[in-house]
């Protein structure tokens, strides 16, 4: 059927996503744990670790913003020079 994921597509998906998942953990691991001598997460790190998830994730929803804008812009001038669309006003 057209429009399905394929199963190896899937599991492609699946690698990328924790091999993101994994980068971001780490980073963020990094950045944010310094005091290794107790076994409880202090609230800075805490806090911090938060604040590194939410920007990343942030960052990753502008740039996909950004990419979709392109790719309409993109589309738009291609039609436009195909003769499809009026040129913008």
């Keep these: 059927m057209a429009g399905q994921i394929s199963e190896a597509d899937q599991i492609k998906q699946f690698k990328e996503f924790l091999g993101t998942y994994n ?16 076994r409880e997460v202090k609230p800075e790190e805490m806090t911090c670790s938060d604040h590194c998830l939410q920007k990343y994730l942030k960052m990753t929803q502008r740039i996909s913003m950004r990419f979709q804008e392109y790719h309409i812009q993109q589309n738009e001038a291609l039609a436009a ?9």
């Design 81 to 89: 020079k195909a003769g499809l669309l009026s040129p913008p006003r």
């Design 23 to 38: 980068k971001i953990t780490e980073n963020c691991f990094l950045d944010c744990i310094k005091d290794f001598t107790s």
